[in-house]
C-alpha cells in the first residue's frame, strides 16, 4: 500500500472520529521493515526479515482517551477502528474525574527523515554474514570461548501523522547496528565481554556506514581475550571507593536514574502500577539539587545519530531540547501534551512516541544525554589514588522509585595512583539517586562524548519496548559502594 | 470455541499457509502465525487513562534449503504478501551457511501430533470497552480509601503452526488479567487475579486484598540488612521462578556451561519439598499445546523432588542431547528452548502457618526490578515492593521499609522450610503465551544486601 493510500486511511478514520463526536483525533500508520541477524560461531542461528504495517486511531471524547489499532488496510477498517476508538472513549469517561486537557501545538506540515548515508536494507545479505563471521571466527580462537555470538538489527519505519486539528507529518526513521559477545567457560565459571556494548551492541540513528566505523573483526582478540582473562581475575572487592565509570556504563546510569525518574507522566503517577513512579514531584522543579554542579542533562531529540533522535513525537510535537538538570539542579521534565498541563507549561518537549501502530503514544526517552564537561579519560583517572575503573554495563536493577539502585559492569580494573592496574571480575556498584550524582566530581570532555544506545527500554501495559538513545563521556564518583554482600 | 471471537480462524491460516507451503526452490517451508484481539483499559488515581483494543497478526515463514534457513514475517495473510515472505525468506536461506546441525523440519510421524489445550471462554472474548469501564468502577469503589493504579485485560489469543512436511497445530486461548496498585499516600498495597475466564476473576476482592496491604504499611520503619528467616507470598516466589526459568531451565543454557544444569544435572540442588514442572495442561496454566516447531509440548519435572531433572528442550538441543525433544522451542534458535507454564506443586501450610513458624523474620508481598546477576549460580537482585512486613515470634508484627535483595534462587530453593498450599498465578505479561503459578513459601536465610526510604 502506497503512501498515499494510508494517508487516505488515515484521513477517512479521523473523519469518522469527529463524526462520532471526537473532540480531537489522530490516527498515525507505521509502516516498518526490520533484519535481525545472529551469527554462534560459524553457525547463523537468526536470519529474520520483518514486515509490519498498520495504522490506529487516539480520541478524545468527553474528555477521556480511546484507542484502536488494526493491521487490517481497507477503508472499511480504518472507519471501524476510529468508531471503536470513540466507544472505548465513552467508557473511559464513566471513570474520569477531570476532562483531559492538552496544550496548544502548532499543525505542523511537515516530513522528517534519518540522515542515511548508506542504505542498510540494500546492503547484501552476503557481505553482513562475512563481517559477522570474521568476527566470530576471530574470537573463536582462544580455547576457553563456549560462545563467540555477533549480532546485526536494521529497523526502517515510516510513519504518517494526521490530526483533527491539520497536521500533516511524514517521517523515516532508520536505526542500524552490531555487535560482538565473547561468552567464556571454565569450572562452572561464566564470563562475558561484548563490543561496542553489550546486549547486541550499538545501535544508532543512521545507516551501514555506522556498522561498517565499528570494524568488528579488529576488536574480535581483544574482546575474547578480556573474556578468558576474567576467568582467573579477581573478585572487585566489597568497599567504599572513587569509581570512574565509562561512557557505556555512565549511559545505563543516566538512562535509569535520570530518564525514567524525570519522565512526567511517573512523577504524576500514570505509570504507578508497573513501571513505579519517582522520588521527585512537580514541587522539586528548580529547587531540588539532583547531583553535583557537575551534572548538566538533557532530553534532545535534536541531537544527531541517536535513537531517540527524530522531527516530531508520535502526537506531532516538534522535537525539541529541554533541560532537565542545570548545574545539578532539577529544571524539568520530560513531557506531552496532556501532562505539560499539569506542569504549566506553554508546549510539550515532544517526547510521545509509541511501539508501532498498535500502540498508545507514551512519554518515552529521545536522547537523553549527561553533557561533556571537561579533560581525557586519563585525565579522571589521573586524579583517583585509589579507586576502580568499570566498562560496559551488564546487569540493572532500581526500586519504584529510582532510588535505590545496582549496577554491574563486565569487567573493571584496579586504579592506583592515577594509573589502571589489575583487572577485576564482576564489578558491581549500588547507591541512592542523588547521593550518587552529587558524588559526581567530574565528567570527561567532548573528545570522550559519544552517542550510545538503547534498543530494549520497556515501559507500559501493554508493554512496549522503545529504542533510546543517551549521548555520555566517562564520570568520576566519589564514595561509592562496590560488590555486593550476598 | 466461538469461531466469530477469534482473532483468525483456522481457516484462514490453512489459507495462507497454502499459499506458500509449496514455496518453488525450497526444500521446505514452515509457517507460524500468531494473533491476538484484545483490548486494555489502564487505570491510575482512581480514574482510567488509557484506553486500548487492538487487533494484531503475525505469520513467520521459514524456507529451508539443504542444511540452511531463513525467515521472514509480516502481518498481512493475503497469498501476495505471503509469497512475498516466502521469496525473501528463500533469497536468505540461499545466502546464509551451511549449519550441519540444523535438525530439518519435523513431521508429526516423528515428533507426534499436537492437541490443544483450549482454554477458552467466549465472554472473556467478546468482553466490550464498557464491560472493563466497569470493572474499574468496582476496583475504585473496593479502593476508596486510597488511589488506585493498574490494568483490566482481556483478550483472545490464537496461535498456529502449519509445515510442508504435515505439522498442522492450532490452538487459541482467552485470558483475563487485572491488577490493582493501592495508594494511601505513604503506603502502597498489591492485589491481583487472573484466569482464563472474566467470570472467574475477583476484581473487587483483589482490590480489597491491595487496599488492606496499603493500610497495614502504614508507618514503615527501618529495618537492618542482613540473612533472615523470610516468607514469601505466592507473587513474589512466582517471580523468582520466573527468573530461575530464564536463567536455567533451556537445554540450550546447559549446552554453551551457562545453567545450573551444566554442572549439576541429575543432583539434589533444592530441599526434597521443591517440585517444579512446566505443564501447560495444568488447570492453573495458560498456554497452548504445541511448541515453535509444533512439537506437541511435553509435561516436564525440571525439578522433581529437589533433583535438576530437566531441562525442557526443542528439536536442535535435544539432537544434541541424543535426547527426545520436549516441546519447548521459544521460536527463537538464539534463545532456544524456554519452559513457558511454570507450576510449582503446592504443599500442605497455609499463609498464617508459614509465618508461625518464623521467630525473627521478614514477610515478602512481591518483587520489583529483579535481574540476573550470575546465571550459573542463578544469582539475583531485586526489591521488594508494596508490602514489606516484620514477623516477630511467629506473628506479623508491622510494616517495614522495602529491601534490595541478592539472592540464588537455587540456595533459596534449598533452604525452603515450608510451601504454602494455595497455588496462585501470576498476573502475566500482556499477550503472553506462558504462565507461572505457584505456593507461597518459607525460606530460611534469604539475604537483604540494603535498604530504600520507602
Not at chain 1, 81 to 87: F, L, P, Q
Not at chain 2, 98 to 115: K, R
Not at chain 2, 133 to 146: F, R, S
Not at chain 2, 438 to 445: I, K, M, Q, S, T
Request: glycine residues 12%; negative net charge; proline residues 5%.
Amino acid at each position: 500500500m502506497s503512501g498515499g493510500e494510508l494517508g487516505g486511511l488515515l484521513a477517512d478514520a479521523i473523519d469518522a472520529a469527529t463524526g462520532d463526536g471526537a473532540a480531537y483525533a489522530d490516527a498515525r500508520s507505521v509502516e516498518s521493515q526490520s533484519q535481525s541477524l545472529s551469527v554462534n560461531g560459524p553457525t547463523v542461528e537468526t536470519l529474520d526479515y520483518g514486515d509490519s504495517t498498520g495504522l490506529g486511531v487516539r480520541v478524545l471524547v468527553a474528555g477521556a482517551w480511546g484507542y484502536a489499532a488494526t493491521s487490517k488496510l481497507s477503508r472499511d477498517d480504518a472507519v471501524r477502528a476510529a468508531r471503536t476508538a470513540v466507544e472505548i472513549a465513552h467508557a473511559s469517561a464513566t471513570v474520569t474525574s477531570a476532562p483531559v486537557e492538552l496544550v496548544p501545538e502548532p499543525a505542523h506540515q511537515s516530513e522528517w527523515s534519518t540522515p542515511v548515508k548508506k542504505d542498510p536494507l540494500a546492503v547484501a545479505l552476503e557481505d553482513k554474514l562475512a563481517l559477522l563471521t570474521d568476527a566470530t571466527r576471530e574470537m573463536g580462537r582462544r580455547n576457553e570461548i563456549r560462545s563467540a555470538r555477533a549480532t546485526m538489527d536494521v529497523v526502517k519505519q515510516q510513519t504518517s501523522f494526521l490530526s483533527s486539528e491539520g497536521a500533516s507529518i511524514r517521517q523515516t526513521i532508520v536505526h542500524t547496528g552490531a555487535g560482538i559477545e565473547a561468552t567464556a567457560v571454565a569450572d562452572g565459571e561464566v564470563q562475558q565481554r561484548s563490543y561496542p556494548g553489550s546486549f547486541r551492541g550499538h545501535l544508532g540513528a543512521g545507516g551501514y556506514e555506522l556498522i561498517e566505523a565499528m570494524d568488528l573483526a579488529g576488536n574480535a582478540a581483544q574482546t575474547a581475550d578480556e573474556a578468558a582473562a576474567l576467568l582467573v581475575a579477581p573478585e572487585c572487592p566489597s568497599r567504599v571507593t572513587t569509581v570512574v565509570l565509562d561512557g557505556h556504563q555512565v549511559m545505563l546510569q543516566v538512562h535509569e536514574s535520570v530518564g525514567h525518574p524525570t519522565e512526567l507522566d511517573r512523577v504524576l503517577g500514570m505509570e504507578a502500577a508497573f513501571a513505579g513512579t519517582s522520588f521527585v514531584g512537580i514541587e522539586d522543579l528548580d529547587r531540588f539539587h539532583y547531583g553535583s554542579e557537575a551534572v548538566n542533562i538533557t532530553s534532545d531529540p535534536t541531537s544527531p545519530g541517536g535513537l531517540g533522535s527524530y522531527g516530531f513525537d508520535d502526537e506531532g510535537v516538534e522535537g525539541r531540547r529541554a533541560d532537565l538538570i542545570r548545574e545539578g539542579v532539577l529544571v524539568g521534565f520530560q513531557t506531552s501534551r496532556e501532562t505539560a498541563v499539569k506542569v504549566g507549561a506553554a508546549r510539550s518537549n515532544g517526547t510521545m512516541r509509541a511501539e508501532g501502530w498498535e500502540n498508545f503514544p507514551l512519554i518515552r526517552m529521545p536522547n537523553i544525554n549527561l553533557l561533556p564537561g571537561e579533560g581525557s579519560l586519563d585525565d579522571l583517572l589521573a586524579d583517583v589514588d585509589d579507586g576502580i575503573f568499570m566498562a560496559t554495563n551488564k546487569s540493572w536493577s532500581i526500586d519504584d522509585k529510582r532510588k535505590n539502585f545496582q549496577f554491574g559492569c563486565e569487567i573493571a580494573w584496579e586504579i592506583k595512583n592515577g594509573r589502571l592496574g589489575r583487572m577485576l571480575k564482576d564489578p558491581r556498584y549500588t547507591g541512592i539517586t542523588p547521593v550518587f550524582w552529587g558524588s559526581c566530581d567530574a565528567v570527561a570532555g567532548p573528545e570522550e562524548w559519544r552517542m550510545w544506545g538503547t534498543p530494549n527500554c520497556g515501559k507500559g501495559q501493554p508493554g512496549q519496548t522503545m529504542r533510546v538513545g543517551h549521548g555520555t563521556s566517562p564520570a568520576r564518583f566519589r564514595n561509592v559502594s562496590t560488590g555486593v554482600s550476598t | 470455541m466461538s469461531s466469530s471471537e477469534l482473532p483468525v480462524t483456522r481457516a484462514e491460516v490453512r489459507r495462507a499457509a497454502e499459499a506458500v507451503l509449496d514455496h518453488p526452490g525450497a526444500d521446505a517451508v514452515e509457517v507460524v502465525i500468531g494473533a491476538a484481539s484484545s483490548g486494555v483499559t489502564r487505570y491510575a488515581g482512581s480514574e482510567i487513562i488509557q484506553n486500548i483494543a487492538r487487533d494484531e497478526l503475525q505469520a513467520f515463514v521459514r524456507v529451508v534449503v539443504g542444511d540452511r534457513a531463513a525467515s521472514a514475517a509480516t502481518n498481512q495473510l493475503d497469498a501476495g504478501h505471503m509469497t512475498t515472505a516466502a521469496g525473501a525468506a528463500l533469497e536468505a536461506a540461499r545466502a546464509s551457511l551451511p549449519d550441519p546441525d540444523f535438525p530439518g523440519l519435523p513431521s508429526p510421524a516423528e515428533v507426534g501430533e499436537a492437541t490443544p489445550v483450549g482454554r477458552w471462554d467466549d465472554d472473556t472474548a467478546a468482553a466490550s470497552p464498557a464491560q472493563r469501564a466497569e470493572a474499574v468502577k468496582e476496583i475504585v469503589a473496593a479502593t476508596a480509601a486510597g488511589a488506585a493504579a493498574g490494568i483490566y485485560e482481556t483478550g483472545a489469543h490464537a496461535w498456529a503452526v502449519i509445515s510442508s512436511e504435515g505439522i498442522d497445530c492450532f490452538d487459541a486461548f482467552t485470558r483475563c488479567v487485572m491488577t490493582c496498585l493501592a495508594d494511601v499516600g505513604d503506603a502502597t498495597g498489591w492485589g491481583d487475579d487472573s484466569s482464563h475466564a472474566l467470570s472467574e476473576v475477583d476484581a473487587a476482592g483483589a482490590a480489597r486484598r491491595a487496599i488492606a496491604k496499603a493500610e497495614a504499611s502504614r508507618g514503615a520503619t527501618d529495618a537492618e540488612p542482613g540473612s533472615y528467616d523470610v516468607v514469601l507470598e505466592p507473587v513474589a516466589a512466582g517471580t523468582l521462578l520466573d527468573y530461575l526459568s530464564y536463567a536455567g531451565f533451556g537445554a540450550k543454557q546447559m549446552l554453551e556451561g551457562e545453567s545450573f544444569f551444566a554442572e549439576r544435572r541429575g543432583q539434589g540442588v533444592a530441599d526434597p519439598s521443591v517440585t517444579i514442572v512446566d505443564d501447560v495442561r495444568h488447570p492453573r496454566s495458560v498456554g497452548i499445546g504445541f511448541d515453535f516447531e509444533g512439537l506437541p509440548r511435553q509435561r516436564v519435572a525440571v525439578i522433581d523432588g529437589g533433583v535438576a531433572t530437566g531441562p525442557v528442550s526443542d528439536l536442535r538441543s535435544a539432537r544434541k542431547l541424543s535426547e527426545p525433544p520436549t516441546g519447548h522451542s521459544s521460536g527463537s534458535a538464539e534463545f532456544g528452548a524456554y519452559a513457558a507454564n511454570i507450576i510449582m506443586e503446592p504443599g500442605h501450610q497455609d499463609l498464617e502457618e508459614l509465618i508461625a513458624g518464623v521467630e525473627e523474620g521478614f514477610l515478602v508481598t512481591r518483587f520489583h526490578y529483579v535481574n540476573i546477576l550470575d546465571r550459573p549460580t542463578t544469582l539475583l537482585t531485586g526489591m521488594t515492593r508494596d508490602g514489606t512486613f516484620r514477623i516477630s515470634g511467629g506473628e506479623v508484627a508491622g510494616p517495614v521499609r522495602n529491601f534490595r535483595f541478592a539472592q540464588s534462587v537455587l540456595e533459596a530453593l534449598a533452604n525452603v522450610r515450608g510451601v504454602g498450599r494455595d497455588l496462585v498465578a501470576l498476573a502475566p505479561e500482556f499477550g503472553s503465551f506462558g504462565s507461572t503459578a505457584a505456593p507461597a513459601l518459607r525460606v530460611d536465610g534469604f539475604h537483604f544486601a540494603s535498604t530504600t526510604s520507602h
